[in-house]
T-cell receptor
Framework: AQKITQTQPGMFVQEKEAVTLDCTYDTSDPSYGLFWYKQPSSGEMIFLIYQGSYDQQNATEGRYSLNFQKARKSANLVISASQLGDSAMYFCAGGTSYGKLTFGQGTILTVHP | DAGVIQSPRHEVTEMGQEVTLRCKPISGHDYLFWYRQTMMRGLELLIYFNNNVPIDDSGMPEDRFSAKMPNASFSTLKIQPSEPRDSAVYFC?????????????FGPGTRLTVT
C-alpha cells in the first residue's frame, strides 16, 4: 500500500513568483509513479505532471516541474512564474501499477496579484 | 478526443431513491475508475475496471453501491437506496496501459445531493 502526505493545507504566493508544494510518499514497492493534479474551483481534476520512480531526470511540463528526491521520498511540485489562474487545490497522488492511485489531502494555493 | 464524459452533472434526489451515474471513458482506454470526493474524506477510490472486468471494489462503501461496465465505452455507478451521507461529487476517470505513464484522466464529475 502507498501513503501520500501533503502537509500544507494552504499556500500563498505573489503573482509571477515561484512556489513549491510539498508531497511525501511511503511505499515499499521499487517501481511506482507520482502524479500531480489541479482542481480549480470549477471542480474538474486536471492532470499536470508525472514522475516515474526509475526516471533519471526530474519531470517538467511547461511552468510545472517535479522536484523528485528519492532518498527523502519526496515529490514536490514547483510552479514557476505563478499566475492568477493557478489558484486552485493541488493533489499529489501515487501508484504502483496501472490500477490504484492514492491521493493526498490536497493543498489550496492562492495567488495574490 | 472528447475526454471522459459523465452524466448527469448534477443530481438531486430524495433519500431512498435509486440513483444511477453514467460514464463514458476516453476511447481506447482500458482502465476505468470511480471516485467519490467529500470534504471529510477527500478523494476515495470506489472501484476500478480493467477491460470491463472489475478488479478491485474494496472501496465500495456498502451493498447499496454497485457498478457495472457492460462494454468498453460505458459504465454505471448505482446507489440503491440513496442516503443523505451519499451526497458527494462522484468522478469517473480512465487511463491506458499502452503508454509509459499511467495518468488517469478525469471526467467533470457528478454532484449528487441526497435530501
Amino acid at each position: 500500500a502507498q501513503k501520500i502526505t501533503q502537509t500544507q493545507p494552504g499556500m500563498f504566493v505573489q503573482e509571477k513568483e515561484a512556489v513549491t508544494l510539498d508531497c511525501t510518499y511511503d511505499t515499499s514497492d521499487p517501481s511506482y509513479g507520482l502524479f500531480w493534479y489541479k482542481q480549480p474551483s470549477s471542480g474538474e481534476m486536471i492532470f499536470l505532471i508525472y514522475q516515474g520512480s526509475y526516471d533519471q531526470q526530474n519531470a517538467t511540463e511547461g511552468r510545472y516541474s517535479l522536484n523528485f528526491q528519492k532518498a527523502r521520498k519526496s515529490a514536490n511540485l514547483v510552479i514557476s512564474a505563478s499566475q492568477l489562474g493557478d489558484s486552485a487545490m493541488y493533489f499529489c497522488a501515487g501508484g504502483t501499477s496501472y490500477g490504484k492511485l492514492t491521493f493526498g489531502q490536497g493543498t489550496i494555493l492562492t495567488v495574490h496579484p | 478526443d472528447a475526454g471522459v464524459i459523465q452524466s448527469p452533472r448534477h443530481e438531486v434526489t430524495e433519500m431512498g431513491q435509486e440513483v444511477t451515474l453514467r460514464c463514458k471513458p476516453i476511447s481506447g482506454h482500458d482502465y476505468l475508475f470511480w471516485y467519490r470526493q467529500t470534504m471529510m474524506r477527500g478523494l476515495e477510490l470506489l472501484i476500478y475496471f480493467n477491460n470491463n472486468v472489475p478488479i478491485d471494489d474494496s472501496g465500495m462503501p456498502e451493498d447499496r453501491f454497485s457498478a457495472k461496465m457492460p462494454n468498453a465505452s460505458f459504465s454505471t455507478l448505482k446507489i440503491q437506496p440513496s442516503e443523505p451521507r451519499d451526497s458527494a461529487v462522484y468522478f469517473c476517470a480512465s487511463s491506458t496501459s499502452w503508454e509509459g505513464s499511467y495518468e488517469q484522466y478525469f471526467g467533470p464529475g457528478t454532484r449528487l445531493t441526497v435530501t
